[in-house]
């Protein structure tokens, strides 16, 4: 450890007042622009946003998408990530690989699939008919299902790569000590997997939750305006109104979840650790 | 875990990832002239459609310049930052670490919003100006965050030995520092070059006449035309990505820093 | 390497600034449907012409209101297009300037409605349009514009979002439709909403409908007939309805942007597309249909176009004034009864 703290300074400053001028500063004077009105400080913006129903809606809906986008992409990733780590060490370098790799492709791509999978006339749609499970083409696209999926496509690989690492940490023998001493396997799981890999879950969790809130491309453009969320109704509300009140008053419910969001599973991942 | 079950839950989910990036390039390489899968007859002409839309290629120029040259500011930040906090006993060293490492949590499309409002707006600073700004500031939290981990990662003594021995702490930071985390600073920048460049939310609001992100061209290409050249572009942009990221793999073992 | 691209950046981030030192430039804010086309028929002859450069912003309507609404003190665009509602809007906010037709030398040509069209000496009308139903032949017939509320239709039918040009429209012929026409579209409304759920979506740009009806997604919607060359391009068969009510008419007009530094050349450019060749190119092109009333088109192109003043006399227009006194009420009632 150096102790110069003028030269530690001299280093720090540039980012850190770059981050506050540019950043910063800009987004909480947008947050406060929504506790303002000519007579001072007021929450009427707040009240006037949740009497309209379609925001409390919108608000309610972005909320349970996000939880059901976290919740599926945990259980999916458990099983994912256990597959994974039981490869070989060379089959676990190429599924890492082939997992990371949607990350690096642009979510306009990934999402713009979507429309031609989930349409009428898509293979899912075709795939359903040929089974016989409908007789007709049922309407996905523009639904919160579309949205749905099309969020926990880009979101999964962040989840199953943070369980991954958090199993590979945990000892080997705890489940084989476990299962010798006669647990079944949910009780392994839930006495011993779960507690020991807490902190994977955790960071994943959040990734994927707050990714799924402040997603704008999927519900833009597979929910469309009959499945507004936050991130859209935010960009409509300033794009056809000018109406930045209201966009403050999102940006603030934005940022608070995910804050929340953030708290909320730290919290829980060392709770769980006093016991 | 039995082996049959381990199998099929990976195939299953490679097919969930990967295979709608497959279909679309499937589709981009479709003859007929709306976006179909499977696709209608064979043939290159999107592709080459592509290179001849006049809005992508500039839109791809400014995303390369807000890519690149963003992360290089971003780093040209980021590296004094990350060497401060983790070599100092930096005064506010956790306020410090928490406002460089912000624009990460807060919704992308909050900060494009802010910096339209009371930076492009107020100042008349150009839409191009501020987009380099607000790319560079989202990049900057990967940039501390990645070469952060370096400087963890490399033994403090060395330079204190260079010190010692009589180099200035600056001569130390080039000759003894600075070799030793260029990988990590490699993966810095292609953290900050793809996120950058497929960053959507922030560029929202901050597009104006002529100047605008690919994605952002991308977006209302789609809205406006159905054609397959989006299909064709996106699988460009993919195989693009992948070869960077196959490269620095190869080459630096990527994966280690991310 | 660093160091060039670097230098590249800033250089190509104050080129900009250069480059309009070096030629005039004018920008201009415009519908984003088929521009290539229109960069090939009308904007690249006028940059020819006038030895400039034509940057072009895409969006609709009441994005482009709001933008300029925004940009008030410090306008980047010099001319846009609007609908007549929008037209009239940015005039009472005091976004636009007087049109000076002197300057016009095509604007006697025009047909009268679209000389001014909202009196008030701000906008020019370019085009007019009807606003009516395409559907699919083979999957249903349409005779009325309340036939797209039939249960057995209801989840086939995509309708415009109430903030597009079409919203007001639209509704204004479901309403008439139903014998409940008034201008606060309560009950057009109320028609719609009851059905929300069935409704494939409620679209917001109508460049999405070419996709929707070649993925089968949809069997009709009611839109601008400006969207009819590339639906019935498609291989399926989908006739233009022939409701008993008629079809919906509306006009796009051009606007000078108050403050522009370019009026002059704005000016050219508005005199550039609303000349009698060019106005006849687009005709032919089936992508607008003319405002200039001596565009004489053949038969067969007139019939897919809003050609000549009978046409538009049959036409049910909604006054701008009616849409905007109206705008803030139908939002707030779309919201609770529609949207939610």
Redesign the interface.
Known sequence: ?????A???A??L???V???V??????V??LAEGFRSPAGWTFSAYTNFFS???NR?VLVRTFKLGIAVTVVSAI?GY??A???V?LSASGKGR????????L???????T??????L?????VNQALQAVGLSDE?I?L??TETAVFIGLL?LF??LM?LSLISALENMPKDAILAARVLGANWFQVFWKVILPLTREGLVVGGTLVF?GS??A??TP??LG???V?ML?TL???R?????D?VS?SVI?FI??AM??AA?LLLKRLATARNKR | MNRTLSFSILTALIVFLIGPFLIIVAASLSAGDTLAFPPQGLSLRWIVKVFTVESFRDSFIMSMILAVGGTFVALLLGVPAAYALSRYKLPFGEAVSTVVTLPIIVPGIIVGLALLRYLVVPFSFSIGVALFLAHTALVLPYTVRVVSSSFNNLRSDMEEAAVLLGATRLGAFFMVVLPNIRAGILAAFILGFVTSFNQVPVSLFLSGPGVRTLPIDMLSYMETTYDPSVAALSALLALMSIGIIFLAERFLGFSRYV | MHKKVLAASVFWLMSGALASAEEQTLTISVYGFVQEEFTEALYKPFEAECGCKLVVETGNSIERLAKLEANKDAPVIDMAVFSLADALSAARKGLTDKIDTAKLSNYDKLYDFAKDPNGDGMSVGYTIYKTGIAYRTDKMTVESWADLLKDEYADHVALPNITTNQGGPVLNMIGKALGKESPDLKEAMAAVGEKRDAFVTFYVKSSQLVQLMQQEEIWAAPMGHFSWAGISKLDLPIGWAATKEGDAGDMNAMVLVKGSKNQELALKFMDFWLSTPMQTKIAEMLIDSPANKEVVVAPEIAEKLTYGADVANKLTFLPAATTLDYREKWLAEWNTAVAQ
């Not at chain 1, 690096?104 to 990934?110: D, K, T």
């Open positions: 450890m150096f102790q110069n703290r030269e530690a300074l280093l720090a540039p980012a850190a770059f981050a506050t540019i950043f910063l500063v800009p987004v004077i947008v309209e129903p379609l809606l999916i099983a994912a256990f597959a994974i039981n599924m890492i690989g082939l997992i990371s790799l949607p690096m492709i642009s979510p306009v791509a990934r713009y699939a979507w429309i031609v999978i349409g009428r006339t898509g293979i083409p309407r696209l523009f496509q999964l690989p199953i707050t809130l402040t704008y491309i833009a453009i469309g305006s009959k507004l991130e935010l960009f409509q300033v794009t056809v109104a000018n930045f966009a940006a934005l940022i995910c804050f953030n």
